[in-house]
């Protein structure tokens, strides 16, 4: 059967509820800060997709559209709570002297991904700062480096040119890459700066 | 010569391996003899693979996670009444 179909009618869309309510909860529970909030963005998840199931072309798998809802709500109840306004790119960007050099002192290199994420403060960090990107910005990076879609697929799907896309991309990635320093503060894997 | 500028403009490209040759290299040659760019790379990249990881889809498998029933009955009892 394929995507569309099972999600058509009611009780097919109760097998996807059941067959994906567990990988869901998985995700929820790493965005979230509580059982309670997991349960909530689940319901939420699940709730979204079944009113905007005729949108579902069956593209992409059903397991993905759904990450993808859930992964959105997630971050859209940190923007709520937070009251934190989006962060202005513009103090994020890397700033060069008149020569053309980095004008900001770097620190260590950091430990690996794996490990920075073993602390439930580094993926708040990182949960919050991709949260508060301007809509734009954060859409990029979903797709590019969340979903690992190309840039060309980017493009078309927020309707801009691949160069606009180029450039928001790297925008956004060294806002966050600023953003997360205090989270990458500790020294770690050194082999990174004999690269 | 490359300048630190330069790198940052060519750094994603650098990173999907879609440099062409020549630049690639001279790329490289900045970033080795470069103190500030390799440390920045090095947390640019991370960056990219924090957000990867903490928010990419699982892979396919069985769910690890306990998925409590009256969890799964509130949401069919949602839709429902959506």
Same mark, same amino acid.
């Given at each position: 059967m394929t995507g569309p179909a099972r999600l058509s009618d009611?009780?097919?869309?109760?097998?996807?509820?059941?067959?994906?309510?567990g990988r869901l909860l998985a995700t929820a529970r790493r965005l979230t800060d509580s059982e309670a909030d997991a349960h909530d963005c689940v319901q939420e998840a699940f709730l979204l997709a079944?009113? *905007?199931?005729?949108?579902?072309?069956?593209?992409a798998k059903i397991s993905s559209w759904l990450h993808r809802?859930?992964?959105?709500?997630? $971050?859209? @109840?940190?923007?709520?709570? *937070?009251?934190?306004?989006?962060e202005a790119l513009e103090d994020l960007q890397p700033t060069f002297d008149e020569r053309g050099c980095r004008?900001? *002192?770097?620190?260590p290199a950091p430990a690996e991904a794996q490990v920075l994420l073993e602390r439930a403060e580094t993926r708040t960090a990182v949960r919050d700062a991709i949260a508060h990107l301007p809509e734009g910005h954060r859409e990029i990076v979903l797709i590019r480096d969340i979903e690992g879609k190309t840039t060309a697929d980017a493009a078309r799907e927020l309707s801009i040119t691949? *160069?606009?896309?180029?450039?928001? $991309?790297? @925008?956004?990635?060294?806002?966050?890459?600023? $953003? $997360?320093?205090?989270?990458?503060?500790?020294?770690?894997?050194k082999e990174d700066n004999k690269r | 010569m490359m300048t630190c500028k330069d790198v940052e403009r060519f750094l994603d490209d650098y990173l999907d391996g879609?440099? #062409?040759?020549?630049? /690639?290299? =001279?790329?490289?040659?900045?970033?080795?003899?470069?103190?500030?760019? /390799? #440390?920045?790379?090095? =947390?640019? /990249? /991370?960056?990219?693979?924090?957000?990867?990881?903490?928010?990419?889809?699982? #892979?396919e498998g069985p769910a690890s996670e306990a998925v409590p029933q009256e969890l799964i009955d509130v949401i069919l009892k949602s839709i429902d009444e959506s």
């Open positions: 009611p009780k097919r869309f109760a097998e996807v509820v059941k067959q994906y309510t079944y009113r *905007s199931r005729s949108q579902f072309e069956g593209r809802i859930l992964v959105n709500v997630a $971050l859209e @109840r940190v923007r709520k709570r *937070s009251r934190r306004p989006e004008v900001e *002192s770097q620190g691949q *160069s606009a896309a180029r450039v928001r $991309l790297h @925008r956004a990635r060294a806002a966050l890459k600023r $953003l $997360l320093e205090p989270a990458m503060g500790v020294a770690g894997d | 879609s440099l #062409p040759f020549a630049t /690639r290299i =001279r790329f490289e040659i900045h970033v080795r003899m470069c103190a500030e760019c /390799r #440390p920045y790379i090095a =947390r640019y /990249r /991370r960056a990219i693979e924090l957000g990867h990881k903490l928010l990419a889809e699982p #892979p």
